[in-house]
């Protein structure tokens, strides 16, 4: 952290009354590591390509999910399904309709999908929008409770849409999943979505909507004594998160080129949860952040499962001692920062 | 201060020792932790046997000694392509071994593609994980061999006109084995009255066994993983269902007469190899050192995973050359090599031909039956 206090100290010196500077540092500094990477990312091997690519996905997904979690503060456990969605209706729009006709074994595609093939950003757009949708619809119902009850219902709907997956053979290919998806999501494609999305939603967490947000999450009775339609916004703030972390779900199909049930468990929720929490609850860019050093972290912490050889000493590889090294980590971070890195407020110069 | 030096001096006299040999680097991508991590722990077995078999290879002469780097992928596909793709890059693989399940070879197969590396599956079954693609195989068959060839026995060995089919519609393995076979046995002129879908983690098999009990099949596919079929097994004598069960190679496991008990007695299953067969120089010394390094039955995975090995080493050898691309051709023609599991020859979509063999539950272990040709 000792370069970042630094180029803040710089900053802070520098241009002491650039009052724009000082807001939007945290974001300017994404945007920038952003594009960075993106130059950084053609040029480096394949393994990291992809890892930039993985973390630009989680980004998305992730600030998607803070959104709904952390600002509006609704405890909801079912991004997997809106990642299902967006990643499924995506996949069949892009897939060439002879694809599709080796794929689907067990039944034939469903009426519409078996001859429509759409370029990758419509399709990916479709998805998003479709996970939007069912968000909403889930939405509805969801919160006329709240707390506890609203992380049970929609816990309820993740496994739901995942059973669904399972059984709706003509349309998801059952448990046998869709295979041979076009490789679409290229680094451009990541990175762009992932700028886009962190900018769209720290600017709106930092305007009138996000202070509404934030004020629900607060205290529901004060919002709307105040005159806020709490309903209308909780289920605006969903649905938005449903739309992003749809896309990312798109994404990940197309970076996958296979999707089926099993990769829209509830782990992948879990993980979400874990990134939202590194960042802490209610800061886009801190979420931002959490995405890509949980997803490089896992990669970075196989050294500890190489094994040493030093002379004589032999320490034979153990399989699986990343995930406890993994644990520790997220342990340490809860006793010592249980507010996360970055709490609730976003990264910026006061 | 002279006994640092000495020490420093052991170190760096070991360390040339350590490079005085040349190294070729082989990667291994397994799921070791996880859901599926019991699988990868006996493919993983069964490849350091082979490797402590056949430690080294000669090419042009010269003596390389094989380092095999494992990475686990906790049976995700993201991690799987991720494994894979470090394995090229950074380790600088020539061959990479694995994974267990067909959606993360899958999607390694992507990765392997892309980077023109040859990998080798050991044990995944489904026919899309080598269909269109150069530069991956398997030593396994595949899903529609094994549903053909459990179809061919119902029909012509146990004489069954009918059957039922209970699939888990969560693992597409069970979900391909029940297609293949009722394509085949209703070929072969049989009728396939009903199938009916279970899901993995399910205990009560109750609803659809009664329904199967006024059905009356000669014979009763379960093509599943060991845990439901010993259920559906218990569960179906209980119901007084005399029909005869028919299963996959995920029915074999210790654990199936562990749960299943007295209610598995007489089932039969495919699967890839036995063990009391093996004719090969190299399968019988591996099965004796299997015997002695984990005292315990050798079981298909561990087989399958030296085979991938020894296939790969034995085309490194072929080739004679580090080269990938000659690695690659020297894999898509092994033909007639003497593995653990039999001889094995690639055909030209990448997979191996060879024998499915029938056993059978007696006594509360499994028994050779008959052996079924492509």
Partial sequence: MNWYLRIRKLIQKKFPNNKFLH???GLIAFIIVGIIS????????????????????????????NFSNGVAGQFSLDPNAYAAIGAYVAALLTMSPETKENVFILEPVMKPFDKIQLPFLIATLIGGLAAAFSAFLIGIPSFRVRGDYLAIITFGFGEIINVIANNLVSLTNGALGLKGIPEYTTLAWAIGWAIFSVFFLWHLTNSQVGRILKSIREDEIAAEATGINVFRWKLFAFTLSGFFIGIGGALFAHYLTTISPQVFTFFLTFNLLIIILIGGLGSIVGSAIAAVLFTFAFEILRVFEEGIHIGHINIPPIPGLRMVVFAILLIALMIFRPQGLFGDKEVSIK | MKKIFKLFAILIFNLSLAFAMKQVNVGVVLPMTGPISAFGQQTWEGIKLAHQIEPTVKINGETYKINLILMDNRGDKAESANAASR???????????????????IAMSTVAEKNKTPMISPSSTNPLVTKGKKYVFRVCFIDPFQGYVAAKFARNNLHAKTAVIIMDIAQDYSVGLAKSFKKAFEKMGGRVIRILPYKSGQTDFKGILTVIKYLHPDVIYVPGYYREVALIARQARQLGIKAKILSGDGAEAPELVKIGGKAVEGLYFTT???????????????????????????????????DAYFVAVDSIKRANSLDKEKIRDAIANTKNFPGVTGNITIDKNGNAVKPAVVKKVENGEFKYVTTINP
Avoid: C, P
Wanted: aromatic share 12%; net charge positive.
């Fill in chain 1, 23 to 25: 807001r939007y540092f």
């Fill in chain 1, 38 to 65: 993106l130059f950084i990312g053609n040029h480096v091997n394949e393994f990291w390509q992809r890892l930039i690519i993985l973390s630009a996905i989680y980004v998305i997904m992730a600030v998607g999910y």
């Fill in chain 2, 87 to 105: 394995l090229i890059t950074q380790n600088n693989v020539k061959v990479i071994l694995g994974a267990v399940a067909s959606s993360n070879s």
């Fill in chain 2, 272 to 306: 890839h190899f036995d063990e009391k067969s093996i004719s090969t120089k190299l399968g019988k010394e591996f099965v004796k050192k299997y015997h002695e390094t984990y005292h315990k039955e050798l079981n298909s995975l561990a087989a399958l995973g030296a």
